[in-house]
Structures are given as C-alpha cells and as structure tokens.
C-alpha cells in the first residue's frame, strides 16, 4: 500500500502510516493577532473538525481534511504542545534515544513563541515554550528515575545562516564544521557545549545564545526569520541496572521562514541569502521526499548544513517531532497551505528502524565520565 501521490490528503494517510512511524506531525494555529483583528485579515482560513482534523481549501479551492497526529487551535496551550509532542521524546532521551523537534511555518506563523514563548527570560509558566519545558523535563525524568546515578547534561547552540554554521555560544566561532564518527553520529565538530545544572542555569545559558542571536542579526543587517536555529542537548547518565553508559540528544530546530523570498529586484547578498535559504529549506523537502519512497536510494542529506545535522534524527533511530505553524487568517491561507502540505509529506516517513539506545562505547564500565569537579551537576551523590 503505496500512499507515495502527495496529493491524497486525507485523514487516512497520517493515521495509516503511524504505526510505523517515529515521526510525528502536529499543526498548530496561532490565535488571530492584534493587528489582523483590526485590519480586514480577521477572515479564518480553516473549518475545525476535532483535535486531529480541519477543513482547508486547497489550491483549486476545493475543501480538503487534513489529518494529522494532532491539531493546535488558538485556544491550545504551550503546555499541550510539549506534553503531546516532547514529552516522549525527551522521556526517550534520557533512556539514550536521539530526538528532534522542529517548527516549520512562514514567518510570523508562531515559530519562535513556540519554541520559546513570548520571551524567553520574561514570561510566566503558562507560556513557557517548549525549549525550556524540554529542560525541565530533562532534569525531572532524571531526578525521578530510580535506577539512574550520575548525569550530565550539556547545552549547544548554533545558527545556521547562509550555509554557514555560526556558534551561538562564542560569536568568535562563525563557520563550525559537520563531522561524523562511530562513537558519536554526525556532530557540530567545536561547538561550545556548555553543563548545566538545572532548568534555571539552563534559562540564564539559553538567553545568551539568544541575544548572541539578536547581535549577529544587527551585525549583519539581518532577521532571525532568514537563519535556523538549533537548540542541542546532550544527556549522559549511568545507571545502577547494568554498567552502561546511555548518551541522548534532543535538537530543537526554529527554522528559517518558510514564505517564498520574493526575487525580483533582489542583487547581491539578498539574492545569494534567498538562493541559501531556499537551498537549507528545499533540500530539508528532498530529504523528506526521499525518505518517503519505498526503497530511497539516495537521500540527499549532504546538499545542506541543515540535513546533514539533522541526518540521524531524520532517518535513523530516532524520534522526530515536526510543528507546522500556521496563520489563521485567509490572507495567509496560500503559505499555511504550503506547510500543511509540507506537513503531509512529512508524515509519510516511514522510519521502519528500531529505536536502540546510543552508549558511550569507551565508557561502558561505568567509569563516570571524564569531568571536572564543578562540571557535576547537581543531583550527583
Ligand atoms: P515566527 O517565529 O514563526 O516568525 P513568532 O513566533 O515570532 O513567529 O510569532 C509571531 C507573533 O505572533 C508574535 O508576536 C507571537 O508572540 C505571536 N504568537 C505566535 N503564536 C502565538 C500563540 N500560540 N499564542 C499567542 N501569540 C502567539
Ligand atoms: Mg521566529
């Protein structure tokens, strides 16, 4: 049973592939904003069903159910999101099994707020975004789990802008290589990680690499809606039930806008950005339209920096979580189309692999792993 045509949208598709599947998909809609309320945009581009099903016109202004494992409305809160979408990867995580988490969505689609909330240090438990409710969840799966000892969980941050990989930790690293080796998959090569300790220590982390973001952006003339970027969190920990040591990683991806970059008239950099940006976010499309085939010869993971950290996460064994952010209002409706079309596809996945933790292989005689005195965090005895 081939569901290989993108165009078979329906309902059948997303629950028909699901058990099969380690990729969720979930749609969410930001509430109208102030302005569209205001302005003649307030007209509401989608006809809810249930929690997993809208009706949206599609291209020939037809009506169309979309399906998916899960359907955010304006009345959703971040705390749904994570508990729906996160909550399992990052549960899995701790037992040694990579996730991702990614928001798709043009800009202004709520991207950003999802991932971390309306400010990252300024905002109240209610609107958390689910970058620091990954943290917390993190630290509260280790702490309440019986059987592990000791932890360590590191904190990365980069941005990739222009096909270059710029670390968000230390601006002096602006063009960070992609390496791969048996022990650790493919990895950031030189990316600052940084311990943390705790959800507030963790927030403080977060918020540099955030406002790092915002110098480069004035540096360079330039909107983080341009650049992705990738939240990386690594956990470590041993266990009392046998000797190994289990290694997880979460990445959380903000990625760039995905609206069209209007081209004419645009020269020079602003040509070469809509080329990269475009080239980041259709060979993300590729790789998902290779994985979807029945037999991918070849997944074009290499043609981008973005798939090419994401290449475990994708295809291997591994969780992934894709948030496609929509505007609600008829004046967006043909860019929320185009993600909840990029939505469907990527539902299609089929990750047929097993999800086999990843051990530390030079360390599986629970020797804790080699660090400083004030890199244990807390909660070691
Ligand atoms: P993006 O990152 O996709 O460009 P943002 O996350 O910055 O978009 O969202 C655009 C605007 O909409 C922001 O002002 C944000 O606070 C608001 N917004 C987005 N999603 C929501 C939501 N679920 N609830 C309330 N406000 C939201
Ligand atoms: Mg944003």
Known sequence: VGFRGFDTDTHLNARMS?????????VRFRPLSHKERKGNDDKVCFKKLDSESFVFKDERDEDVIFSFDKVFYDDSEQSDVYNFLAMPIVTDAVNGINGTIITYGQTGAGKTYSMEGPSILHCNELKTGLVQRVVNGLFDCLRTSENITTWTVKLSMVEIYLEKVRDLLDLSKDNLQIKE??????????ATEISIMNGSDALERLSEGIANRAVGETQMNLASSRSHCLYIFSVQ???TTDERVRIGKIILVDLAGSEKVEKTGA???????AKMINKSLSALGNVINALTTAKPNHVPYRDSKLTRILQDSLGGSSRAALLCCCSPSSSNSPESLSTIRFGTRTKLIKTLHKLIPTEADSAKKHTPYARDQDDLPDGTP
């Not at 699901?18 to 979930?26: A, L, R």
């Not at 022990?183 to 090569?189: K, V």
Request: hydrophobic content about 25%; glycine content about 14%.
């Open 267 to 273: 020269e020079g950099r602003v040509l070469d950005e």
């Open 181 to 190: 080796s048996k022990s650790q998959g493919i990895f950031i090569s030189g």
């Open 237 to 239: 920990h041993g266990s």
């Open 18 to 26: 699901k058990p099969n599947s380690n990729v969720t998909v979930c």
